[in-house]
């Protein structure tokens, strides 16, 4: 019963030790195609369907991303609030949520219909950095 | 008393994280989605046949682990049996799949590739995938269990999305390494879409974004031994639908009808999936992993 209960220790410990991801750099090789990256958001002039976007968001990204999208450091996954992510062209995030990284572990998400990942487009629009990294986008 | 493996895993259970579910509706044809890293699906499923003149009516309820070993391997583990009415109910045995995408983006044309070691008796009838001439829907259970086969199955799945629509073909070629039977061969075809293209912001159950509904056809393709042809075997056209209940759990509904005498008039499918995230990871952490 006692390695049980370290057991449990170590879960919760392990689950509280999922915090922001400040030290996520961008992969190199996974760059979204010129025709890709200029395709518009056909959501643009419908912001209220961002909320939509954010339930999709909770449901399939905040997992990896969490819930405010700062990224998590166990999980190597993506700040989506740092410059390097929101810089990026719409088409372009658009095409990344489509074919997912294979080699980073991020999924395709190519099962959504599309404007169902216009609509997660819309959402990261709205994420606001909060955490260290934000103070230092250079990061 | 001091824990066992077992009370680990149900540990690791309790604490993995439920997570998103909205899963394909077809019950036999697959799809280029794999399943999450790290997540783990189970999944509890039964194939109801509805017998036409000479035939019995039985069910066939069968359990599923899907584990998603990399974005491109998912493993699968099934555990079968089979209820026949006015006969008995027995264990027919187990199953375990794994399926690899070998192309990392998004194509017009995803290819799967499927590899499949089954441990089952010839009381099977779970018709997860239907190969030759399908199964015996006529003897007792009592005659087909001592029958057992010990057969590798290969299918080439090829899936796109093209727009909102999934559109997938299945190909299978199964050998019974236990008989000579040759090779049998199978098909699965499969379209779908999404009821609704856009979320709302609420969390709605009902609504028609939670469903997804298709229909599919499948069916058998002889064998080397006795041609490849569909004449003579099982096929089934069935519309299906699934349904997001909560956000970690799908229901899946079938109603296939038979389009042959050597198929049930109607099979009827019910799956109840529920899938947990980070499951893997969890596991390790247990087993020591540091990440």
Not at chain 1, 47 to 71: I, V
Not at chain 2, 10 to 16: E, G, H, P, T, Y
Not at chain 2, 144 to 157: F, N, Q, V
Request: overall charge neutral.
């Amino acid at each position: 019963m006692k390695a049980l209960c370290t057991a449990m220790l170590i879960f919760v410990s392990s689950l509280s030790a999922a915090g922001q991801n400040p030290s996520y750099q961008q992969d190199q090789q996974w760059i979204a195609p010129a025709a890709a990256s200029g395709k518009p958001n056909p959501l643009t002039n419908k912001p209220e369907t961002a909320a939509g976007g954010r339930k999709l968001f909770l449901r399939n990204c905040a997992e990896c991303h969490g819930p405010n999208g700062a990224g998590m450091e166990k999980k190597h996954s993506a700040d989506l609030q740092l410059p390097v992510v929101q810089q990026q062209s719409d088409g372009a995030l658009f095409w990344k949520i489509t074919n997912g990284n294979a080699s980073k572990g991020m999924p395709s998400f190519s099962r959504l219909p599309e404007l169902q990942r216009w609509q997660l487009i819309l959402f990261l629009r709205t994420l606001k950095a909060t955490g260290p990294a934000a103070a230092d986008p250079a990061k | 008393m001091r824990p066992n493996v077992f009370q680990f895993v149900l540990l690791a259970f309790s604490l993995a994280i439920p997570c998103a579910a909205q899963e394909s509706p077809f019950v036999v044809t697959y799809t280029h989605h794999m399943e999450e890293p790290g997540n783990l699906e189970l999944e509890t499923s039964s194939t109801v046949g509805i017998p036409r003149s000479g035939q019995t009516f039985y069910a066939a309820p069968y359990m599923e682990l899907e584990y998603g070993v990399t974005t491109q391997w998912t493993s699968e583990l099934y555990l079968e049996s089979s209820s026949v009415w006015g006969d008995s109910t027995v264990f027919t045995g187990w199953r375990f799949e794994n399926r690899y995408k070998p192309l990392r983006r998004e194509h017009w044309i995803n290819p799967v590739l499927y590899l499949e070691y089954e441990s089952v008796n010839e009381a099977s009838r779970i018709q997860k995938e239907i190969e030759g001439g399908g199964p015996d829907l006529i003897s007792s259970n009592r005659e087909l269990r001592g029958e057992h086969a010990h057969e590798l199955e290969t299918k080439l799945i090829l899936s796109s999305d093209f727009h909102d629509w999934n559109i997938s073909e299945n190909f299978i070629a199964t050998k019974n390494l236990s008989e000579s039977e040759g090779v049998e061969f199978g098909y699965a075809f499969g379209v779908s879409r999404p009821l609704a293209r856009l979320a709302s912001g609420s969390n709605c159950r009902f609504c028609s974004e939670n469903f997804i509904a298709g229909i599919e056809m499948y069916g058998g393709l002889g064998s080397t031994l006795d041609g490849f042809t569909p004449r003579g075997t099982a096929h089934y056209i069935a519309p299906v639908v699934s349904w997001a209940v909560f956000d970690n759990a799908t229901l899946r509904l079938s109603t296939g009808f038979g389009l042959t005498d050597q198929s049930n008039p109607v099979l009827l499918r019910v799956g109840y999936s529920y899938e947990l995230a980070g499951f893997g990871s969890r596991i390790s952490r247990l087993f020591g992993a540091k990440r």
